[in-house]
């Protein structure tokens, strides 16, 4: 994960706590529209999918929920990220600008009845993959050749499983990890590496401060192995069914390069240099980095290997 995608991750992670108290205030605000007009219909954003655009690209995002009459009013957080609604309800044309903030951003729709929920959507540095279907079996994965990767997808019906291959050589480290929960999905993941016979080799639920899974493997002969992502329902029930439906969008992250942790000493006083030791995956050795603070404008600083 390059510094890029961990201070968007760590955004999410403050913005997703927030999120739920903030839809909580939406939909009281929309309950009182609500009963004051017979005939409302605020609209209902479940979620954006995909749910991250990259930098200077225009896509098609389609927005899950309810929405009538189309085609609602968007709001979004922050400028150079263009919604334009196309013919189909829930369909939109998202111009994303080559200097839009980089980010967890935060989507709303409206009309004269209400607003929706906060929902999120991520703008990235990194190129995109979208998940193809279908890829429900080990034996039939959807290959991922381009790294690190950072694949859309949805675990779209009851009992789907999705399975991306990854040619690993001896020795070489994967690096995976999902956003779900941390998308305000309905989706506590699961991920799991099975081997060319569909043996299970590493797996995760939940892997650090939230209920995404992250997990690291090391490959003992070179070959191709499947990450399988799958999850239970969120918030929990008595189903012990993999959870699937159009809501449950997430983002896979996987690295087979070299991946930062953490630095040793994790903080360098403001005014002096130091040499930061890199602990992480994949990392030549020995892996170090000169971080001088005499000349660090602002509160966050970027190397690269
Ligand atoms: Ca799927
Ligand atoms: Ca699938």
Same mark, same amino acid.
């Given at each position: 994960?390059?510094?890029?995608?961990?201070?968007?991750?760590?955004?999410?992670?403050?913005?997703?706590?927030?999120?739920?108290?903030?839809?909580?205030?939406?939909?009281?605000?929309?309950?009182?529209?609500? +009963?004051?007009?017979?005939? #409302?219909? !605020? *609209? =209902?954003?479940? /979620? %954006?999918?995909?749910?991250?655009?990259?930098? $200077?690209?225009?896509?098609?995002?389609?927005?899950?929920?309810?929405?009538?009459?189309?085609?609602?009013?968007?709001?979004?957080?922050?400028?150079?990220?263009?919604?334009?609604?196309?013919?189909?309800?829930?369909?939109? +044309?998202?111009?994303?600008? #080559?200097? !839009? *903030? =980089?980010?967890? /951003? %935060?989507?709303?729709?409206?009309?004269?009845? $209400?607003?929706?929920?906060?929902?999120?959507?991520?703008?990235?540095?990194?190129?995109?993959?979208?998940?193809?279907?279908?890829?429900?079996?080990?034996?039939?994965?959807?290959?991922?050749?381009?790294?690190?990767?950072?694949?859309?997808?949805?675990?779209?019906?009851?009992?789907?499983?999705?399975?991306?291959?990854?040619?690993?050589?001896?020795?070489?480290?994967?690096?995976?990890?999902?956003?779900?929960?941390?998308?305000?999905?309905?989706?506590?993941?699961?991920?799991?590496?099975?081997?060319?016979?569909?043996?299970?080799?590493?797996?995760?639920?939940?892997?650090?401060?939230?209920?995404?899974?992250?997990?690291?493997?090391?490959?003992?002969?070179?070959?191709?192995?499947?990450?399988?992502?799958?999850?239970?329902?969120?918030?929990?029930?008595?189903?012990?069914?993999?959870?699937?439906?159009?809501?449950?969008?997430?983002?896979?992250?996987?690295?087979?390069?070299?991946?930062?942790?953490?630095?040793?000493?994790?903080?360098?006083?403001?005014?002096?240099?130091?040499?930061?030791?890199?602990?992480?995956?994949?990392?030549?050795?020995?892996?170090?980095?000169?971080?001088?603070?005499?000349?660090?404008?602002?509160?966050?600083?970027?190397?690269?290997?």
């Amino acid at each position: 994960m390059d510094a890029s995608s961990r201070n968007c991750l760590r955004s999410l992670l403050a913005r997703a706590f927030s999120l739920r108290f903030r839809s909580a205030n939406a939909c009281f605000f929309a309950a009182w529209l609500v +009963s004051n007009s017979a005939d #409302a219909a !605020a *609209p =209902v954003l479940d /979620h %954006l999918f995909p749910a991250a655009v990259q930098v $200077g690209t225009t896509n098609v995002v389609t927005a899950v929920g309810k929405f009538d009459p189309w085609p609602a009013k968007i709001w979004v957080d922050a400028p150079g990220i263009v919604f334009k609604a196309e013919t189909n309800s829930g369909k939109f +044309s998202v111009e994303v600008a #080559a200097d !839009a *903030p =980089v980010g967890g /951003h %935060l989507v709303r729709l409206y009309n004269e009845q $209400g607003v929706s929920g906060l929902r999120f959507l991520v703008v990235t540095k990194e190129r995109q993959t979208e998940e193809v279907e279908p890829n429900n079996e080990f034996k039939k994965p959807q290959m991922i050749d381009a790294f690190p990767a950072f694949i859309n997808g949805r675990l779209e019906k009851s009992g789907d499983v999705d399975s991306y291959a990854v040619a690993l050589e001896v020795g070489q480290t994967l690096v995976a990890s999902v956003e779900a929960y941390t998308l305000a999905s309905p989706v506590d993941a699961v991920l799991r590496v099975v081997d060319a016979r569909g043996v299970q080799v590493a797996w995760n639920h939940d892997g650090g401060p939230t209920l995404d899974p992250f997990l690291t493997w090391t490959a003992k002969s070179a070959g191709t192995y499947v990450v399988q992502v799958f999850g239970f329902g969120y918030p929990a029930d008595s189903s012990v069914n993999f959870v699937g439906n159009a809501k449950c969008v997430y983002r896979l992250h996987l690295s087979r390069g070299p991946y930062v942790n953490h630095t040793v000493p994790l903080g360098v006083p403001r005014g002096r240099k130091r040499t930061l030791e890199l602990v992480g995956w994949n990392l030549p050795a020995p892996a170090s980095v000169e971080f001088d603070a005499t000349t660090v404008a602002g509160d966050r600083s970027e190397a690269r290997l």
